[in-house]
């Protein structure tokens, strides 16, 4: 088992020699044995494991019995432990989402935190090949294209990774116990278990019975050959949306040559430009993609309703993403400490603004988002602050060597004169960081020296 | 439903302006509803509707009463009607396939004949949205890439075309129903039924129940959506194949650049190398892809077996195909007479020999496969002849306007002298009309007085 976890590593490049790794550790089977195998493969990978816990405060003595055993655990394999006590009840019923929902949320954001903190870059988290087999069956049966039959990854931006993916829950309880591992409850508890029940008690046990005694890892292989598709797919998008696709300050353009594009990789280019300028995929279907399609064909300046007040005009046979300007938005300055930027979400304009502080420089994947921005922490004395431009307003560009006028700059740039007071202008204290989705300031760059970052994303709302 | 079925027909492309359409019919309610609603289109479409069924003698008197039926069908509504009694358990048995399997080829063998010597041009099909839900479970289960999860396709190389793969069973008998047509048994007895009744009568009401009442629709939609994704990913692959692979007398070669390929197309280049060098995929897995790539990365002459008497070889880093030469064949000369011809498949030497007489030669996908040519068949006198090369063998090579020396053209394309028995020399009565796999002749290529093509199909045998 532990060399089937290692080859599963190895293969699939999930960990580096020196990677320093936080475990979810719920005190179920699954994630008990992730983490004895990863502690078993410490010398082999030289890796640093420590161990986080979140009592989700559901189930009483339960969950404080859980916790008191994944600390035990932690405790006698001498690995660093963190746990928090989450009232998930409270936040479920506060952001009216379900417990599952909830749990997940606030699991993750804590061990985002724990990792960014404590210098971690890596999260291992204990999905198993049966969950795998299970979530493609519910994807499928929901209604995907091959981006769902992909099921789970092994390996997920934010250094996410899923060692034991590679081994069925069979093997797990095996694992736990030929190595007298007396793990609490099952991990299922924190999820959306009613359907997955029906999925793991009912339809794969008949299918194993009627026509596939291997069903899990049938299931598995074909996720994986997916992957490989998919990632092509995934990658021929990605090179021929940075040929194809601009920004300006209130549109993103998709040229009318995209749409010469094979159907696969068109359809692909439309979901991610609306990704790209609204920051979510919610409510966006087939239908919208069609919809596009169809409206490239019309040279008539015509306008279409996609969903999330966005709209897609046809201007000489490109295809501009705008917001429908009945809604009123405020651009009133927005001042926020230091001390409170993590973590943290705010509203500016049209914009959702996001403030993530990352302790640890490797290992990040920097986006090529024109408004996701990454700057030196350190840099920020007191506070930040987002407002409009102003009158005699400078700043100095990234590779440039002098203050440059913000008028001058937004000349260059052509942007309208009326559209001028819709670009957020990012301040550090009182010195001009960003214009958002334009210019970035040489002075607040990452730098060798860099020792903290503030990664900030700009999501325009819907 | 009519106009469902025109819709589908014409975003899908199955039928144009002036096609002669043979209609599979089985007297079961999806045919009986496929052949009413293509005659309600006929003016639509400009189309000429025919029917084929085929009394496979498995159940007497039923089916001689599905014969009757369907003839009185066809003559209501004044379609031609062919008709072909078959002995499907006698053929079952001689070639030891299973009667489903006997079944289809017989079936498909007889619309072929008619199709082609009554000058239709395309073959129409019955299957349905539950066959196409059934058939995308079944492969899952079985276990495949997203070729299998493409489904049945609503149209095939060889005319084929599945106009009501759009509705649904329970539409399918509602047609029936409101236009008191009072089909026949359903077609289910023709076909593996064990395993698709299981998916048909437990799996998919389960899941309509318990997970999504639009299942049908919902995995026909994913269908539709993965295979826009399969077309691109295999257009890639036959585009790369084209730069990066040849073939010599006796070997396919795969360039060493291939491998720098996305996996998601090297693999696929694999794969479609295996298939053009042996003419079938079967024993040809997964595994025996991988091992063609990690022996790409190796440099020292090494050879691995792969299945079907194949082995792969690395030259330089480039991948040969080669048949193993441990078995000895015969090339012993073949004659077959013009009148013997069609559907007829001989043996010669390496080679699995196929012939095929077209009468119709609008709509013929001509194949792009050295081993795969087509000749005007009128200019056959008597018969047809393979034999080993002859000493001062001639032929007028293609575009050329003097006869030149078989010899001469062996020693232009370096052909090794031990290697030019192998080839394959094809004759018209007397005269050479293809040096397989290199050259074809002028004399006998298509033109446009050719009224009848035939089609030859070398394969290699494993």
Known sequence: MRDKVRDFIIENKLIEKGDKILVALSGGPDSVCLLNVLYSLKEDFNIIIGAAHVNHMLRGDEALADEEYSKSLCKNLDIEFY???????????????????????E????????????????????????????????????????EGLCGIRSKREGGII???????????????????????????????????????????????????????????????????????LEKET???????????????????????????????????????????????????????IELSKNTTNKRIDLTNNVLAE?????????????????????????GELDNTDICYGNYNVRFNIIRNKNNIDFSKNVLIKYFDYDKIEERLVIRKRRNGDKMLPLGMKGNKKVKDIFMDLKIPVDERDKIPVLCFDNEIAWLVAHKVSEKFKITKETKNIIKITFARKG
């Open 238 to 292: 990605s090179d021929n949306f940075k040929v194809y696709c601009s920004n300006t300050s209130d549109a993103l353009i998709i040229s009318k040559e995209a749409f010469n594009l094979d159907r696969a990789i068109i359809s692909r280019i439309i979901r991610k430009a609306f990704f790209e300028f609204t920051g979510k995929y919610s409510n966006f279907e087939m239908k919208h993609i069609y919809d596009v």
């Open 314 to 338: 046809n201007i000489y046979g490109d295809i501009y993403l705008k917001l429908k300007d009945n809604i009123i938005r405020e651009y009133k300055e927005v001042v926020i400490n230091k």
């Open 83 to 105: 746990v928090k006590k989450i009232d998930i009840d409270k936040i479920s019923k506060e952001k009216n989402i379900s417990h599952e929902m909830a749990g997940r949320e």
């Open 162 to 232: 899923r060692p034991i993916l590679c081994l069925s829950r069979e093997e797990v309880e095996l694992y736990c116990s030929s190595n007298n591992l007396e793990p609490r409850i099952d991990k299922s508890n924190l999820e959306n278990i009613y359907s997955r029940n029906k999925v793991r008690l009912d339809i794969i046990p008949y299918m194993k019975e009627n026509f596939n005694k291997d069903i899990i890892n049938t299931l598995n292989r074909m996720a994986n050959l997916i992957q490989v598709d998919n990632d092509f």
């Open 107 to 146: 699991r993750y954001k804590f061990f985002e935190t724990i990792k960014n903190h404590h210098g971690y870059n890596k999260i291992a988290v204990a999905h198993n090949a049966n969950d795998q087999a299970e979530t493609i069956i519910m994807n499928m049966m929901r209604g995907t294209g091959i």
